[in-house]
């Protein structure tokens, strides 16, 4: 089955930044409605961010302010900007569209520790 490839992840301190890439085939329509998903251990898989419609984006509360969606077209690539990183945003990070089109990649770990 189709997986999109997650990249990107890694360490970093707190109130740092990370900018996350998802490759992902498939039809545009689909593409057009990605969005980033995140796991911490022990946790349900959460939304993180989501396009919507067009350009826009529908964020989870928790990242409202710090993380923005966007994507390339023309590489078939959604990315995640992450900004003024907590710990609590620890996870490893997913994307796929809102009605899990694709099967689930292998993710990219974030770990935010000083």
């Known amino acids: 089955q189709v997986q999109p490839v997650e990249s990107g992840g890694g360490l970093v301190q707190p109130g740092g930044s990370l900018t996350l890439s998802c490759v992902a085939s498939?039809?545009?329509?689909?593409?057009?409605?990605m969005g980033w998903y995140r796991q911490a251990p022990g946790k349900q898989r959460e939304m993180v961010a989501v396009f919507t419609g067009g350009t826009s984006a529908r964020y989870a509360d928790f990242v409202k302010g710090r993380f923005t969606i966007s994507r390339d077209n023309a590489k078939n690539t959604v990315y995640l900007q992450m900004n003024s990183l907590k710990p609590e945003d620890t996870a490893v990070y997913y994307c796929?569209?809102?009605?899990?089109?694709?099967?689930w990649g292998h993710g990219t770990q974030v770990t935010v520790s000083s």
């Open positions: 796929n569209t809102p009605s899990y089109f694709y099967s």
């Open positions: 498939g039809s545009i329509f689909r593409f057009n409605a």
